[in-house]
């Protein structure tokens, strides 16, 4: 886990995917290694799912994919044996957290709430899904929590924008975070890849500079 949240911490924004039709994997794939995040968190939401993860891994082993929205141990299973990297769940699920670590497989339950978040440090999990993000009060509330467990490290998702995203990159608990502005769905389903490369060049550039601004500040 501490090697994944250092790279995951290095990318700084996961996209975060819905895809529809695994003939477009390796095309969005493509756009996300060629615009600087060559990383995916891949919804387990549709029937595509699987197959574009193993299409993404096949052909572009340096990325870091995983699946999203998991919900059970099966699913976990598929999605590893597609080729999955870390998995990631919408809340906190004990035995979904339980059988990933066993098999020291990357998990990153959601947790929004003291108790979740006592469960996950319980496990030994450093690193935690804040979401959805917005909704569950933003950077504020990701303060709140991080002050009685100042070790714990926050990847807000859901609602996490290219207007808000400095807010959220700045606060020194979070690692990274989640979002689909610049890959969404209706795009990937109708192949405007160059236009998702150029978002995503956008993004990473835009983390590049936060992460500056943030380090420069640190130094005064």
């Given at each position: 886990m501490k090697d994944f949240q250092e790279k995951i911490e290095k990318i700084g924004v996961i996209p975060v995917i819905v895809i529809d039709e695994a003939k477009n994997a390796e095309s969005l794939a493509e756009a996300l290694v060629a615009g600087g995040l060559p990383c995916a968190e891949i919804t387990f939401r549709t029937?595509?799912?699987?197959?574009?993860?193993?299409?993404?891994?096949?052909?572009?082993p340096e990325m870091i994919v995983g699946a999203g929205t998991v919900l059970n141990v099966e699913q976990v299973e598929r999605a590893m044996n597609a080729g999955a990297r870390f998995i990631v769940c919408p809340g906190f699920d004990s035995k979904v957290v339980d059988y990933c670590l066993e098999r020291k497989i990357p998990v990153l339950p959601g947790c929004v709430t003291p108790s979740?978040?006592?469960?996950?440090?319980?496990?030994?999990?450093?690193?935690?899904?804040?979401?959805?993000?917005?909704?569950?009060?933003?950077?504020a509330m990701i303060k709140a929590l991080a002050a009685p467990y100042n070790e714990m490290k926050f990847v807000p998702t859901g609602g996490v924008n290219k207007e808000n995203l400095k807010e959220f990159l700045s606060y020194k608990a979070v690692a990274a975070c989640g979002g689909s502005w610049m890959v969404k769905r209706e795009w990937i389903q109708n192949g405007e890849f160059d236009r998702i490369?150029?978002?995503?060049?956008?993004?990473?550039k835009l983390k590049g500079e936060i992460r500056s601004e943030n380090r420069n500040e640190k130094r005064r």
């Open positions: 029937q595509a799912a699987e197959e574009s993860i193993r299409i993404m891994t096949q052909k572009y979740e978040i006592m469960q996950a440090i319980a496990c030994g999990l450093k690193m935690v899904k804040f979401f959805p993000a917005v909704q569950f009060g933003g950077v490369r150029s978002l995503v060049i956008e993004a990473a």
